[in-house]
């Protein structure tokens, strides 16, 4: 067996016990990288001397029975919109192709206090705006199921990461479904925690009451793992929740103990608009649970038909406003030769930024005008309230919803590119998550007839991760679809 | 024209830059004067991915100040991004609070020329961050020094409640006097501390009928001088304008101007008020301020009596001056030394004319203040009281006083070494007084005589007692022993 097979925790547990060493482990990611990502493009840097010099770190550290990190040794990816002391920050953006921030993200920071081997970041949509990867002003992507095919997105190159096991998990991040979506395409396990789990210092702000960092794995156990080193409080971020509040769960600990009495949400009218195959494979995972003893209930949704309307409007607004300091000024790219500074403002951010980074800059902009503020910001605040009421009502009645992740599987690179409101519909399962700050997790479920990975999206009340991973471990231990591998991948690799 | 009369309506903004430890979102301290761009960081650097926390201090000194303007303090507060392009504002939003500030519907009382006060309403008082500095030193490019971004700034609001220019100045006097007081800035003009706008129209009554000026705003005044003449200028010149040109307010004509502090006039800067969009919205990287009960009241055990209140309060309590009581009250300090020494026993206008007339030229000329210049209460009071028993003249006093600050001795032991112990001792007092009026037979006799001289040969008798004594005799019991010897 390949070392690449075996998942994190495997790893993590052969290199404590000194069976493999993570020079060795982390000399293969390396290598495998160098021959599939050429076809992937899952990775915007590679940290090749600086992960070889800390996996042997870990080895020394473990030959001399040091104590060491939960994640010792272990080679992960990082999505590129987290700061990282090493290398460019770059958020897949022209703008910010050759920034290198001073400072690690809190996340980052505790991967690496976990000993984890940091082997390279990652490709996304530019600042986090896509569903598909496409929109990175740097790379392309491709899905390792069929190249033809996107990887889904904004996280798209961290799930191709995972799933062409080019690193053992990943870190992405989630505004409206960043995490689960190309988790969904790649069939790989993304998890967007609760909103305010995870630090969002150092994580370049999309959306700020959106975002949240999360993790990618093969195994519901790896995401769980990930989950475990980086979530907690963080006093740089006002909005990271107190533990006093919400205590970070040991999440590996109870994890393969199913949930009694366990009650599944189905919101069946809401799903009615999925493909035939997903809505098949759902419905499959759903008597899935109840084979294993859970109530199925069905579950009333209103005001999620409202949730991509809303979405567009507060993410957008916000992203107006976090996007504004990347002007030519203070750092990034400056266009060559402007008249005034106004010109430097005007003409940096008309050439660096990507179409559709500039389309939410106007939509926000507009959004937030005088005048227009009550009808467009107040009223999208008005409806993710609604959307918050949806939810607070749906898990009175269950401990956990599933619904598809995306209504179609991985669709062709170019097939949406063009038609920004089609792409911003293959959104709709996963916003409304977002709006309401609650945790989902996806998982696979499936195969279309096409060999492309279905994902299961399961919901749980805020800072119920514990649980919602055994709901979700529940699935998985009941099914192999985390087993297959991509074969255009292995293809590569024979 | 002649039947033309007119009013000054004054409203104010202004800035007051708080002396809190770090700045207002993150941890860098606050210094200033420092290499550029040496007192920064991720968050006030506004790189991505940086996020701000909230100041508790700042919000505190804000909260406190806003209760000494008599505010409601709101209950829920929240923090807004205000939306601008300049290269000084490295996130190109500025964070400020908008609709819901965190103080509000307060005034303040202040002291006018006859004694009285006037209350003027204050309309909000907010908390917001300062951005950088744009320095135009290097030829073709501009340079951006981030130091002072993140300063934490209280913008206070008030209404148009000012009828003339020493209004205004008085306004922005107490308002320095009471954060100086409170402790939340050192409210220090050459610093920039204080930074004033002033919003200035007039009314007209000409023939029956009432005529409002267009509002002009002036920016960015730091000091009391040019606040007070700016609005003065600005009074004289809408004046000119209205009887030249009949303009009134209407609706966006509203116009911006400078100081131009050379030629002494404001400067137009923009004709119209321009469409200003700041886009305002909750910034989603904060969290509300919900002051709790506990909270506010711990922060109103901090309030102190204001300085005007105390003002007033030493006219009546002590029999000040209204001018010396407003010297005493002008800082905190220096008021609590005052009340010290006299709670120490010793007379209230004899340790105000000590300190007023020695003690703060002393501190001033040092740049210091009266403890700063290692005096004490209780040495100060000890003086008061050797002059008030005659034990030492008032000149020897003020001399004693200066002889402290400078060895820090105190002024028992100072009056020996100095010699300044006045002689009370009448026996003794007598043989030098029959001495000289036996040398000073002529003057002796205008004394007796009565009448116009009298007063004035009294008076040179004494000067020659104490300058036989040296300035050492205690010229009433010398004057009692003349009125005996001379039956006048």
Request: glycine share 8%.
């Amino acid at each position: 067996m390949s070392v690449h097979d075996l998942t994190a925790i495997e790893l993590r547990d052969r290199i404590a016990a000194g069976r493999i060493g993570s020079v060795e482990a982390t000399r293969a990611v390396l290598d495998r990288i160098e021959r599939v990502d050429p076809t992937v493009g899952a990775y915007l840097s590679v940290f090749r001397d600086r992960a070889i010099e800390a996996a042997e770190a870990v080895d020394r550290r473990i030959a001399a029975g040091q104590r060491v990190g939960p994640l010792a040794g272990v080679p992960v990816a990082v999505k590129d919109v987290m700061c990282t002391s090493f290398g460019a920050t770059t958020c897949g953006s022209r703008i910010l192709e050759n920034f290198h921030s001073p400072y690690d993200a809190t996340a980052v920071r505790r991967l690496l206090a976990a000993d984890a081997v940091i082997v390279g970041k990652t490709n996304m949509d530019e600042f986090a705006m896509g569903s598909s990867t496409e929109n990175s002003g740097l790379k392309r992507t491709v899905n390792p199921w069929d190249t033809s095919r996107v990887p889904g997105g904004s996280s798209g190159g961290s799930a191709a990461a995972v799933a062409a096991r080019v690193c053992f998990a990943a870190l992405g991040s989630d505004t409206g479904g960043s995490i689960r979506q190309p988790a969904s395409f790649c069939g790989v396990v993304g998890l967007k925690p609760t909103y305010g789990r995870v630090s969002r210092y150092g994580l370049v702000a999309y959306g700020s009451s959106l975002d949240q960092i999360g993790p990618f794995g093969r195994t519901v156990a790896d995401a769980a793992l990930m989950l475990e080193v980086i979530a907690g409080h963080d006093p740089a971020d006002s909005t990271s929740v107190s533990e006093d509040v919400a205590p970070v769960d040991g999440y590996l600990a109870n994890l393969n103990q199913p949930v009694e009495g366990l009650r599944i949400g189905v919101a069946s009218s809401f799903n009615a608009g999925a493909d035939p195959a997903v809505r098949q494979a759902i419905d499959r995972a759903v008597s899935g649970y109840r084979g294993a003893g859970a109530q199925i209930v069905e579950v009333a949704m209103p005001h999620l038909d409202y949730a991509i309307a809303a979405y567009y409007v507060i993410a957008t607004a916000e992203a107006s406003s976090n996007l504004a300091r990347y002007d030519g000024v203070h750092y990034g790219y400056r266009t060559p030769n402007p008249a005034d500074y106004v010109e430097v403002y005007s003409k940096s951010r008309e050439e660096a930024f990507g179409k559709e980074v500039k389309r939410r800059i106007m939509l926000g902009t507009y959004a937030l005008s005088s005048g227009y503020y009550d009808a467009y910001y107040l009223k999208a605040l008005k409806v993710r309230n609604l959307i918050r009421g949806d939810f607070v009502r749906a898990f009175e009645q269950c401990d956990a919803i599933c619904m598809p992740v995306a209504p179609t599987t991985a669709f062709r690179v170019g097939e949406k590119v063009d038609d920004p409101l089609k792409m911003y519909l293959s959104d709709i399962y996963t916003i409304a998550v977002n709006l309401a700050g609650v945790p989902g997790i996806s998982v696979p479920c499936g195969f279309d007839e096409s060999g492309l990975p279905i994902g299961l999206q399961v919901i749980g009340p805020a800072f119920s991760e514990a649980k919602l991973l055994r709901i979700a471990r529940m699935h998985e231990s009941r099914t192999d679809w985390h087993t297959k591998r991509p074969a255009a991948i292995e293809r590569i690799t024979a | 024209m002649s039947d033309l009369t007119y009013k000054i309506i004054v409203g104010l903004e202004i800035h007051v830059q708080l002396n809190t430890r770090t700045k207002m979102f993150c941890g860098c301290a606050l210094r200033f004067g420092e290499e550029a761009n040496s007192r920064v960081c991720p968050v006030c650097l506004g790189l991505p991915g940086a996020l701000p926390v909230m100041n508790g201090q700042a919000v505190e000194y804000a909260i406190l100040t806003a209760m000494a303007l008599n505010c409601e303090i709101a209950p829920f507060t929240k923090w807004d991004r205000k939306s601008y392009y300049y290269p000084d504002l490295p996130k190109n939003y500025q964070i400020s609070q908008y609709d819901l500030p965190l103080g509000s519907n307060g005034y303040i009382e202040i002291p006018l020329d006859d004694g009285q006060t006037r209350r003027i309403r204050i309309r909000r008082a907010h908390l917001e961050e300062d951005a950088g500095k744009n320095l135009h030193t290097a030829g073709y490019h501009s340079q951006v020094d981030l130091n002072r971004a993140g300063t934490p700034l209280l913008e206070i609001v008030t209404e148009p409640d000012m009828n003339s220019a020493d209004q205004v100045r008085a306004l922005a006097v107490e308002l320095q006097r009471i954060v100086r007081y409170l402790g939340v800035s050192e409210a220090d003009m050459q610093k920039g501390h204080m930074r004033f706008e002033p919003n200035v129209n007039l009314v007209i009554e000409r023939a029956g009928q009432q005529f409002k000026t267009p509002i002009a705003e002036v920016k960015n005044l730091n000091s009391f001088r040019a606040l007070e003449r700016s609005v003065a200028y600005e009074a004289e010149r809408q004046l000119d304008a209205f009887i030249e040109t009949g303009a009134t307010m209407q609706m966006g004509n509203k116009s911006t101007r400078g100081w131009d502090d050379v030629n002494q006039v404001t400067v137009l800067q923009r004709e119209k008020e321009e469409a200003h969009d700041y886009r305002y919205f909750p910034d989603p990287d904060l969290v509300p301020v919900m002051p709790s009960a506990e909270w506010l009241t711990q922060i109103r055990s901090r309030l102190c009596e204001l300085p005007v209140q105390r003002q007033v309060r030493y006219v009546q309590e002590y029999g000040l001056s209204d001018y010396d009581a407003g010297v005493l009250t002008a800082d905190r300090s220096t008021a609590d030394f005052f009340e010290q020494a006299v709670r120490a026993g010793a007379a209230s206008k004899r340790v105000c004319n000590l300190l007023t007339q020695v003690g703060l030229k002393l501190a001033n000329e040092r740049g210091r203040d009266l403890a700063g210049l290692g005096l004490e209460p209780a040495g100060v009071a000890d003086l008061a009281k050797m002059i008030d028993a005659g034990a030492v003249s008032a000149s020897a006093g003020n001399t004693i006083l200066s002889a402290m600050v400078e060895t820090g001795k105190k002024p028992d032991l100072l009056a020996q070494e100095l010699n300044l112990i006045q002689k009370s001792d009448a026996g003794e007092l007598e043989r030098v007084l029959d001495q000289v009026l036996a040398e000073n037979a002529a003057a002796v006799a205008e004394v007796t005589a009565g009448g116009k001289k009298s007063q004035k040969a009294r008076g040179y008798l004494m000067g020659q007692v104490m300058q036989k004594t040296r300035g050492q005799a205690n010229p009433k019991i010398v004057s009692e022993l003349m009125s005996k010897k001379l039956g006048v």
